[in-house]
């Protein structure tokens, strides 16, 4: 986390993020550095459709873990807060009933530079904890948060 608050403090980059599946915890990461206000605008936790859908304006007749939501959060965060980049992220940890194939499935997505670019992370089934697999989630998003704006070309 202290390489990517370096990078957005240096480029004055700012970024807001719309959870669902981490609960908070990536702003929590995000704002455990000293001057993280530099770069940190704020965030939404849309853990339930309804926020997804009234405030971020994630369609209904999508599929709430998808990646067509994680680009419609991020598209309904440009609205909110004003920021270079976006961070949405929404998923499955554990087992869902109703859709066993995505159990253990997250999708995120970060927007910079006009494009969006998707993961897909696949939580191995045997995480000790819910916070465990949120920590391999948030973990996976900063190094990609990291590498996606170190290699861009504007910083080359």
């Given at each position: 986390m202290d390489c990517l608050a370096a990078v957005l403090k240096k480029n004055n980059l700012t970024i807001s993020v719309a959870e669902s599946?981490?609960?908070?915890?990536?702003?929590?990461?995000?704002?455990?550095?000293?001057?993280?206000?530099?770069y940190f605008m704020g965030g939404v936790i849309a853990y339930n459709r309804i926020v997804k859908t009234k405030l971020l304006n994630v369609p209904e007749n999508i599929e709430v873990?998808?990646?067509?939501?994680?680009?419609?959060?991020?598209?309904?965060?440009?609205?909110?807060i004003t920021s270079d980049i976006q961070v949405s992220v929404t998923g499955y940890?554990?087992?869902?009933?109703?859709?066993?194939?995505?159990?253990?499935?997250?999708?995120?997505?970060?927007f910079y530079n006009?494009?969006?670019?998707?993961?897909?992370?696949?939580?191995?089934?045997?995480?000790p904890t819910r916070l465990d697999a949120k920590l391999t989630i948030v973990s996976n998003i900063i190094n990609n948060i990291y590498r996606i704006i170190t290699h861009d070309s504007y910083f080359i």
């Open positions: 599946c981490t609960g908070g915890l990536l702003a929590s990461h995000l704002t455990d550095i000293i001057g993280s206000s530099q873990v998808s990646p067509k939501t994680v680009v419609a959060m991020n598209a309904g965060l440009k609205d909110l940890i554990g087992t869902n009933y109703d859709k066993p194939d995505l159990s253990n499935t997250i999708y995120y997505g970060i006009y494009i969006d670019t998707i993961f897909t992370i696949t939580l191995p089934e045997n995480c």
